[in-house]
């Protein structure tokens, strides 16, 4: 009989465009690092190169690490990829009549993803590809009413208005199988009031697979989210057909490869709000924009474990800068999610990216002097220094002295100084008749000022004051640069943690296992409202918990979770009646069976609203609206757990000390102390100017800087 292996390691895995970073938590909570450069052909490659970087730390092998392993958790930029190279799946769609142009108007959205210059320039815009072809289009008749503000005048929400013609279904589905769609889906109009047409719609099409002896999934719009906005829950729909079942199929590569070396377990990935879930999970579609959501889970983490309400987490890697607010100790989460110039409806994280990076290409015009960043990056390439035939940021960082040719990414990629200098002088410096490193100073304050503009423009538009607010710095290169956002924008304090260049890993091991339902009512509170009506209402929020419940329960039992193990997180989507926004909050009510409970409902939205805005900012006098209610089913998993160090005193260990290196910084040559960061320790203050390096990042310190090390090794990063 084999011997038992106990179960003591989590593993979390964050695949960018360019790294792979790897999160290794061991037992006491101790955890080890990797980063590898991701394989874009077959992702288990540079899955297993982060996870042996991380395991080699521990003197042991990622085969060990599998077999002791609780879970593995995988996210990565594959449904993004299956976009931009037109690889989805062949797509069938059932509409209700009159509708067939759904795919194809989008809207007008055609501006997504794009700089405000060519969002101005309307005339050039261009539609995002289609992810079903018209011809795979096709109709039937029927309709049910989805009610009215003037609810005693109209058709009761969710009222058959026109029965559905069964006939018109089964010619649709027969069309689309002889057409060989490999997914179908199915939206009508009213599904999310009654979704009994559109389940009606996906039985036949599922028994007519079956009688055909295939296996092609059937999925209709009311099991992605059952809530309005036709072309955004048609576009949600349409990633999940055209996305879901290609990426899950390179998901099982790695499941396949981490089962190989002894994993016991399925493996996870990470959804767009938050949960950690199975490959397996039915609306895979929601992990479509994960990858930035783990910096963000992981900022909740530690801003809870240092108890700071408002914090802003800033992460700059090789492709994007991505900025999330943490206020008043909440994450917000957006109903209307951009992704890859979609517009979606399902919930994620906000989360606002310009694109801004170490791969980033940079350009010089001779003719009208003007220097730009992008948008184009190379990715794993990195930059002349390494593979690409582009100048980068990163050639620049490398230019400047800032980095160590010999030890980047711990020695393990081979960069070349020499070449990046010389192409920044011929490509950038020449044409301008300019100094190589004027120019590359140049090139990091625009840079520098694009960063601070984006995130001034996330808090001043919400309100809010920056002096309020913790800057929490990561990824690759946000420590690197964080000198020059540090003197454009003066936070409450910056802070840095020890494992900042793979921290989205951290945040995706520190994911709960949950699945989200979200589902539409029709809800409003006015003050001359009688209390018969009230708790009508209140009815109608208990009855939507209550089937989310049930489909928690169902789902997490099919992920092998019992019931016993599950509990319920509650929340409501509100606004006053005449705004715009809604704002999303969880309450601490499951059911609303009196008007007490229906005040601590309406409470818990008041609450928060006055967390983020002036109490004068407040307006009851005009109602109150729910548009959504959603229920998050959870279910219990290990979390990382963050470790406390004797404090040893200012003076840092001379062992850390690796001596001195020239830099061209603030106009001149300026010498640079030296230091290991894996060896400083808990107390420790290292003035400026000074390069503390990492094997996978590195932090610069300005003269006018100091930064110093509390117990939990967290960098505190100040100004003298």
């Known amino acids: 009989m084999a011997e038992k292996v106990e179960e003591r390691f989590i593993i979390a895995l964050d695949a960018g465009g360019s790294m792979t970073d790897c999160f290794l938590v061991g037992e006491d909570g101790q955890f080890s690092t990797g980063k590898f450069l991701t394989n874009h052909e077959d992702e288990s490659v540079s899955y297993l190169g982060s996870l042996n970087d991380a395991a080699a730390r521990w003197g042991m092998t990622t085969a060990q690490i599998h077999q002791a392993a609780r879970s593995s958790t995988y996210t990565g930029t594959a449904m993004v990829n299956i976009l931009v190279t037109r690889s989805g799946s062949k797509v069938g769609l059932i509409v209700t009549r009159g509708f067939a142009q759904l795919p194809i108007i989008e809207r007008g959205l055609t501006w997504i993803g794009q700089s405000y210059e060519d969002i101005l320039h309307q005339q050039l815009h261009e539609h995002t590809p289609w992810m079903v072809q018209p011809e795979n289009v096709k109709e039937v008749t029927e309709r049910v009413s989805v009610g009215s503000y003037y609810m005693a005048h109209h058709y009761f929400p969710g009222q058959v208005v026109i029965p559905l013609v069964e006939s018109e279904a089964v010619q649709a589905v027969r069309e689309l199988l002889d057409s060989g769609v490999e997914v179908i889906g199915v939206l009508t109009l009213g599904s999310y009031a009654n979704p009994q047409h559109e389940m009606r719609i996906a039985e036949i099409a599922r028994e007519m697979v079956q009688q055909r002896g295939l296996d092609t999934p059937v999925v209709a719009s009311y099991e992605m989210c059952a809530v309005p906005n ?129 791969s980033h290409v940079v350009h010089a015009d001779p003719v009208t002097k003007r220097i730009t960043i992008g948008p184009e990056s190379v990715k794993a390439d990195l930059g002349t220094m390494y593979v690409s035939d582009q100048t980068t940021i990163g050639d620049i960082d490398l230019t400047m002295r800032y980095l160590d040719p010999d030890y980047y990414l711990g020695g393990t990629i081979k960069v070349n100084r020499d070449r990046a200098e010389a192409e920044l002088t011929k490509r950038i410096a020449e044409p301008l008749g300019q100094d190589v490193f004027d120019v590359c100073s140049k090139i990091l304050e625009l840079l520098h000022a694009r960063v601070a503009d984006h995130i001034n423009g996330v808090l001043l538009s919400r309100g809010l004051n920056p002096a309020e607010f913790t800057l929490l710095v990561y990824g690759a290169a946000g420590p690197l640069h964080l000198w020059g956002l540090e003197r454009a924008i003066e936070f409450a304090e910056v802070i840095v943690v020890p494992w900042a260049a793979v921290f989205s890993s951290f945040g995706v091991a520190a994911a709960d296992y949950f699945h989200r339902y979200d589902k539409a009512v029709t809800f409003f509170l006015t003050p001359d409202m009688t209390d018969d009506i009230k708790m009508y209402q209140g009815s109608m929020l208990s009855q939507a918990w209550q089937e989310m419940e049930e489909r928690g329960y169902q789902e997490l039992e099919a992920e092998g979770i019992p019931p016993d193990e599950v509990f319920f997180r509650h929340g ?86 690796k001596g001195q290196r020239d830099a061209f910084f603030d106009g001149g040559w300026i010498t640079f102390d030296l230091w290991e960061q894996d060896l400083l320790e808990a107390g420790n203050r290292i003035d400026g100017p000074a390069i503390i390096e990492h094997t996978m990042t590195t932090l610069l310190i300005p003269p006018q800087n100091y930064v110093e090390l509390d117990e939990h090794k967290f960098m505190r990063y100040k100004r003298k």
Request: proline share 7%; with cysteine.
């Open 572 to 657: 409501i989507s509100c606004r006053y009646i005449g705004q715009l926004s809604n704002w999303e909050v969880p309450v601490e009510v499951s059911r609303v069976s009196s008007l007490e409970d229906l005040d601590k409902v309406i409470g818990a939205f008041e609450k928060h609203y006055t967390k983020i805005y002036p109490a004068g900012a407040r307006f009851p006098e005009s109602g109150y609206q729910i548009t959504e209610v959603y229920v998050e089913a959870v279910a219990r998993k290990p979390k990382p757990v963050i470790v406390s160090y004797p404090i040893q005193g200012k003076e840092p260990p001379k062992k850390a000390y």
């Open 230 to 358: 036709e072309t955004e829950r048609l576009k949600t729909l349409l990633i999940q057909c055209y996305t879901a079942e290609v990426a899950r199929r390179k998901y099982f590569r790695v499941e396949e490869a981490a089962r190989n070396e002894g994993y016991k377990h399925e493996l996870l990935t990470l959804l767009g709000y938050g949960a950690a879930a199975t490959i397996r999970y039915p609306k895979l579609a929601e992990a479509a924009i994960s990858g930035p959501v783990g910096g963000l889970l992981g900022g909740k983490f530690i801003a809870d474990f240092l108890n700071v309400p408002n914090m802003v987490c800033w992460d700059l890697g090789c492709t994007t800068c991505d900025v999330g607010l943490i206020a008043g100790g909440l994450l917000p989460v957006r109903k209307e999610p951009e992704f890859s110039g979609h517009r979606l409806r399902m919930p994620m994280i906000a989360i606002d990216s310009i694109g801004a990076g170490c």
